[in-house]
């Protein structure tokens, strides 16, 4: 077996132990009616509980971000005892983990100026992205532990 292979392995184990189930799509793996009940919960929403609450129930939709693979979709994990995206997006490839924190905002938001200058709401949004890249930075190996080495 070769280096990828095991640590893919370690991965996905690490993932399994600590609760995260892999979520597979393919390129146009699109179900209208989930979509269609996305579009309708969207609508419907004043802030961004109702989407966090769907997209937990329906984490595949957050794993195909970019392209079909497989990846995990973990939900509100901390950082520290400071931070909290909304979800942690893991992707396994050849440079190892890649991560995408993905930060929900109420979908009644208005984001940005009339001429194009972001709001409050967007600035603290940004700031926010900031911090948890300096905790990252700044916490790297605590950030690489799973969760059930934390706590030891």
Same mark, same amino acid.
């Given at each position: 077996?070769?280096?990828?292979?095991?640590?893919?392995?370690?991965?996905?184990?690490?993932?399994?132990?600590?609760?995260?189930?892999?979520?597979?799509?393919?390129?146009?793996?699109?179900?209208?009616?989930?979509?269609?009940?996305?579009?309708?919960?969207?609508?419907?929403?004043?802030?961004?509980?109702?989407?966090?609450?769907?997209?937990?129930?329906?984490?595949?939709?957050?794993?195909?971000?970019?392209?079909?693979?497989?990846?995990?979709?973990?939900?509100?994990?901390?950082?520290?005892?400071?931070?909290?995206?909304?979800?942690?997006?893991?992707?396994?490839? &050849?440079?190892?983990?890649?991560?995408?924190?993905?930060?929900?905002?109420?979908?009644?938001?208005?984001?940005?100026?009339?001429?194009?200058?972001?709001?409050?709401?967007?600035?603290?949004?940004?700031?926010?992205?900031?911090?948890?890249?300096?905790?990252?930075?700044?916490?790297?190996?605590?950030?690489?532990? &799973?969760?059930?080495?934390?706590?030891?």
């Amino acid at each position: 077996m070769n280096d990828y292979v095991e640590y893919a392995n370690y991965v996905a184990g690490e993932m399994k132990r600590n609760g995260y189930a892999k979520q597979c799509v393919a390129r146009g793996d699109v179900d209208v009616q989930l979509v269609m009940a996305y579009e309708a919960e969207l609508n419907a929403a004043t802030d961004e509980r109702p989407l966090q609450r769907f997209f937990e129930d329906h984490p595949g939709i957050l794993a195909q971000e970019l392209a079909a693979n497989c990846r995990w979709v973990l939900p509100q994990v901390s950082l520290g005892v400071r931070y909290v995206p909304d979800f942690l997006v893991a992707r396994l490839g &050849s440079g190892g983990v890649r991560w995408t924190l993905v930060e929900l905002e109420s979908p009644t938001a208005q984001l940005f100026t009339k001429d194009g200058h972001p709001r409050k709401e967007l600035r603290k949004d940004l700031s926010q992205i900031q911090d948890w890249r300096n905790w990252l930075i700044a916490n790297r190996d605590l950030a690489r532990r &799973s969760r059930n080495e934390q706590g030891r």
